[in-house]
């Protein structure tokens, strides 16, 4: 019995292990892809990348004046950002899984260090509240639905490559995997919807400044 239990512990404890592997992994790699896209912004032309986003010059103008229509944009959005979370959906029951939870999360750090860098180069101190203000508040809320997706993939993952585990088990946790994504989904629906009617209030304001 007692033996049964310290390889319980120990098997516990390497999939403990094993996940803050994938974890330390995710977080280095988030680091890393801000830093390059701050890098990548100082290497690129600045023609080229002065026009990117809501640094724009012609989109500041016209975005001051122009009445934004929510459900449009929020159909827009939709269609813009639901396909990569439903591929991930289907990543996730898989061992690439995890892969693609960090490559994703690693993208948006790219294009925050990216988009920061310029806002920097392009208005100073302005630009950084004009970045932040394109992704606030809907960037809470998929930078954590991307996050705790990583959690999520790690936790599957670890437990459908286990040997010894019982179907009840891998069923259990593939359960508790649909159970999890279907709680992210609202929580990414919910950020669509804040960057539909929130976030270009947001922006208004934000451009009254310039």
Sequence with gaps: MKKMLRFSWKQKNDVVRNQSLWIKIMKIFLLISFVAGIFAANLMGWEAVFNAGVLNNYFIEKFQYVQVDGQNLFFYIVGERLPLLLLLFVLVFTSFGIFGGILVLGWQGFSVGFMLSIGIAKYGIKGIVLVLG???????????VYVCYCYVAAFLRQRSAGEGKEIMDRKL???MGGISFAVLL???AAGIF?????????????????
């Excluded at 394109?134 to 954590?144: C, R, T």
């Excluded at 539909?196 to 310039?210: A, H």
């Design 134 to 144: 394109g992704l606030f508040p809907q960037y809470f809320f998929y930078l954590a």
């Design 173 to 175: 946790a593939y359960g």
């Design 186 to 188: 609202l929580v990414f």
């Design 194 to 210: 804040l960057e539909s009617y929130v976030n270009p209030m947001v922006l208004k304001n934000i451009l009254k400044i310039f």
